[in-house]
């Protein structure tokens, strides 16, 4: 059973920066369809970034050229870099993951998560 852990969320200033680290354990991180979610007060839960099939991620437009992801199979980790951080950023900010399907493309759910991280932007 995989386990994730994030870790980096905390207060930032309308226009910073932060970094946030996902940690795989109980298993290969390469084995694994990885991505970032986030959930706002009053929201639905939505995919930040995602794995579409063997390392091609995609974003959601709205942190296309502020945030991006990378990921290192040696450290089991799942990096997401988040730069002009906008209020409307202000989530709870979860790793989740599911195992590759058997032709290298991920399923429609993930089913494995963390217990998420807080990032809060002030304006």
């Known amino acids: 059973q995989v386990q994730l852990v994030e870790t980096g969320g905390g207060p930032v200033h309308s226009g910073g920066s932060l970094i946030l680290e996902c940690k795989v354990y109980?298993?290969?991180?390469?084995?694994?369809?990885l991505g970032w979610y986030r959930r706002a007060p009053g929201k639905e839960r939505e995919g930040v970034v995602e794995t579409i099939k063997d390392g091609l991620m995609n974003y959601v437009d709205s942190v296309k050229g502020r945030f991006t992801v990378s990921q290192d199979n040696t450290k089991n980790t799942l990096t997401l870099q988040m730069t002009k951080l906008k209020p409307e950023d202000t989530a709870m900010y979860y790793c989740?993951?599911?195992?590759?399907?058997?032709?290298?493309?991920?399923?429609?759910?993930?089913?494995?998560w963390g217990q998420g991280t807080q990032v809060t932007v002030s304006s």
């Open positions: 989740a993951a599911a195992r590759y399907l058997p032709l290298g493309g991920c399923p429609y759910e993930y089913n494995f």
């Open positions: 109980g298993d290969t991180a390469r084995n694994y369809c």
